[in-house]
């Protein structure tokens, strides 16, 4: 997944300007995983990877009767997923549209189905609480959500998985992107040590940039 995402162009590295991050948090790289959308070859070898994590990880009926796609960037891979495993397809958003039926869940499976969440990417888990709290309270079961690219390097994202009962799998995450077998050339030797010297303090560098200097308490 790591050589998917150098190879789309994913990992962005900014050598002046911090990104800012949902949870607002500061940092010198962004990983777009939006990029492999345009990309078919490179976006049916991320399909492939994640049916096959989910089957090496639950077998080769996972245990789910339908997927759902975290608004918005998670909704196309949802779609995907859920098409090749011939499950029903949901849609979570960020919060209750406001107008007509006020949903938070569109698409359709019946109360009590077993979900699977799934989103492009994840950094300190916040926007999964927003997913989880409205997939359950529209009835549906969560304990697991699968997301291409697992953003550790901030802190806080363990305790809000746990208080909300919620297995994260992620398909690659900074290690894997460093290693040189995902693509020494496709990382440059000076995006390579910002990210590095960056990995070493997240926290720190946030604070120093203008971001986020902890995460938020209580975990929610
Ligand atoms: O909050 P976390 O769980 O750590 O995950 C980070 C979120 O940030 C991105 O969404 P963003 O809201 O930036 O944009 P989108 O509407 O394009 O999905 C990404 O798609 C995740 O949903
Ligand atoms: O946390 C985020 O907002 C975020 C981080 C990242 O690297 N990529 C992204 O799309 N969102």
Redesign the pocket.
């Known amino acids: 997944m790591a050589r998917l995402l150098l190879e789309a162009g994913a990992v962005q590295v900014s050598h002046d300007r911090p990104f800012v991050l949902?949870?607002g948090w500061a940092s010198p790289v962004y990983v777009d995983c939006?990029r492999l959308l345009g990309m078919p070859h490179l976006r049916a070898g991320a399909i492939a990877l994640a049916l096959d994590y989910l089957r090496q990880r639950f077998g080769a009926a996972p245990p789910f009767d339908a997927v759902a796609g975290?608004?918005?960037?998670?909704i196309p891979w949802a779609s995907w997923i859920a098409d090749r495993l011939g499950l029903p397809l949901l849609y979570v958003r960020k919060r209750p549209l406001g107008i007509g039926r006020h949903a938070q869940v569109e698409g359709g499976a019946p109360e009590g189905s077993r979900v699977l969440l799934v989103?492009?990417?994840?950094?300190?888990?916040?926007?999964?609480v927003a997913f989880a709290q409205g997939l359950r309270t529209a009835g549906m079961r969560l304990s697991d959500a699968l997301v291409l690219f697992h953003n550790r390097a901030f802190p806080g994202?363990d305790a809000r998985l746990e208080h909300l009962g919620l297995s994260l799998h992620a398909l690659a995450s900074w290690d894997d992107v460093l290693r040189p077998e995902a693509g020494e050339t496709l990382l440059s030797p000076a995006d390579r040590d910002v990210i590095e010297r960056f990995l070493r303090d997240p926290a720190g560098w946030s604070a120093d940039h203008g971001g986020r200097r902890a995460p938020m308490t209580p975990p929610r």
């Open positions: 949902a949870a939006r975290g608004e918005t960037a998670g989103d492009d990417l994840a950094t300190d888990a916040a926007s999964k994202w």
